[in-house]
């Protein structure tokens, strides 16, 4: 009897929440990392309840975006380079001196081991190369075999596409035409479903992401041959919703600001075809026009991109170039800004301003922080990812929002 009472006391007891009022646990919890939060699920049921609530997910969001300190200690660099990687923020330019232990973080994310094909190519590689055949003028009866050497530095994952981010959430393509919600913090992800057979044909597409603040939603558009359609993670479906009224000639992702998605388009304007930049609201799930820059025309490729809250028109893809534009108020077409650089590029997309107020930029696939102010630059080193591999990249934040909190029941 008294070692049943002993063994009794010793027995642990499950951790219980301080009896307070649900507000302020929420308001205390908010002002926590991501991190943290995480690890505190395992205390015990009632704290994994607490911290699952979709109120504290999206308490916790309010209190990011609208607080400085932890904007900036929540924000995220995601590199994407045959694996996704994650780097500090705060980590970039900080003080304003280069600090010189950039180190990126890999993350897990689904499907990050499904090989890419070239697994078994390579494992039947003979002498240290590859033997197939071929057939000379039609001739398959007597095929011939060919060597080919093939390099074994070959990565042997797959190409992981960013196709967007918003409020935690990352959009993702780890395999051709396969697309998930990743939220890179907590580890949580959703398989977005195919859309319905018929609805864009197998062919050229691209798409964007973002939240409608509306309908409390994130949406994912899907724009190929002509057709727009919408995937909305509240109901978990597709829905065709418009013809695309422009030329099919776009191939970047498009651009989320103020709750609508950009993308730079031909229109065709009787005989003339001139650019303008396509805003399609999430809200409405309509397209409208924006004016481009007075410069900008069909004989060059751009993209558009957001820096520090102002969309922006750059070139694209064809030959170098030392300029871009900046909308400095939104909507307005008299408002484009030619800024011009020191460097040339061919591509470049705009991430972020860093501590120091450089803007940090993604420049023909190397990171760089550009002093708007004196025209100086410098390339960052980042460790922990392959050199000689390129990438992309793109920023988000660290929350406690699920891919997996919004459908209907």
Known sequence: MNKERRFQQQSPVEAEIPLLPQEIMVEILSRLPVKSLCQFRCVSKQWLSLISDPLLAKSHLKKTVSN??????????IISSHNLYSLEYESIGRNGSFDESLVA??????????????AELLDSA?????????????????????KLNLPFCVNQRNWVDILGSCNGLVCIAPDEDTLFLFN?????SKRIPDPPSGFVPNGWSVYGFGYDFVNDDYKVVKVGCGTVCVYSL??????????????????????????????????EDGVD?????????????VFSDMPAPDIVDTSFEFVVGVLNGCLCV??????????????TEYGVGKSWTKLTLSLSYICMKPLCLAQNREA??????????YNLEDDSYRYLVVDGIPAGDGFEADTYLETLVSPNGFCQT
């Not at 973080?105 to 499904?114: A, H, R, V």
């Not at 750059?314 to 909308?327: E, K, Y």
């Open 184 to 188: 890179p913090s907590t580890r949580e």
């Open 314 to 327: 750059l070139h694209s893809r064809n030959q170098m170039h030392n300029d871009f534009w900046v909308m």
């Open 126 to 146: 003979r002498d240290g190369f590859l033997y197939c055949e071929r057939s000379e003028e039609g001739n398959d009866e007597f095929p011939v075999m060919v």
């Open 68 to 77: 400085d300190c932890f904007y900036s200690q929540r924000k995220r660099v």
């Open 360 to 369: 940090l930029l993604d420049v023909d696939g190397k990171l760089l922080l």
């Open 273 to 285: 075809c001139r650019c303008v930049v396509a805003a399609f609201s999430l809200e409405e799930e």
């Open 234 to 267: 509240r109901t978990d479906s597709w829905r065709i919703v418009c013809s695309f009224p422009y030329v099919d000639n776009v191939s970047e992702s498009g651009v989320l600001l103020n709750g609508t998605i950009h993308w730079m388009v031909s229109f």
């Open 105 to 118: 973080l890999e993350l897990d994310y689904p499907l990050k081991d499904k090989p890419n094909g070239l």
